[in-house]
């Protein structure tokens, strides 16, 4: 319950918009769900129902994917930038910096994540004092910014975390 409060005060700015419900589920067996965009060009298989919201500036729209499965939360964010993005690895590396300033987190762990010839960051990103990580991807392609977070009070990233992270695909 802790966590879940945590999550919900601490990360609503950053990773939900306020007015999108959480699809907080009871602790047990669900049911893999895939979620796919830009007609199937993206996609990533999320661990349960998810809730998925969009906005929109002059430059960017970015379509936010999140699944709560007790208190474990899953969030797939993908930004359309409406210029091609030069220097990714430069530009993760900000990302992975701008999430955690946004959170107020201990980076304990980073390291190069590479999809393809694509190179982006990777990270273990701890909150409340080492009572929560986010385990953090994001990586930059043509047009798009994507960044895959799994959320949770386990200090190492269980099967069903994994799993999510490795389901990413983008078809050019």
Known sequence: MLLKMFLSIALSGLLWPNHVPLNIKEEGVSVEKKYSAEKGKIGITMPGDYNVSESESESVTTTKVTSTIGDVTYLFSWTLHSAVLEDSKGLADVSLESFNEQ?????????????????????????AEGQVNCFYRVILID???FQMVVVTSDKELNNVGKK?????????
């Open 103 to 127: 959170v107020q987190g201990d980076i304990l762990t980073q390291s190069v994540y590479k999809y393809g010839r694509n190179e982006g960051k990777s990270a273990t990103v701890s909150l």
């Open 143 to 145: 047009q798009y910014q």
């Open 164 to 172: 999510f992270l490795n389901s990413f695909k983008y078809k050019k």
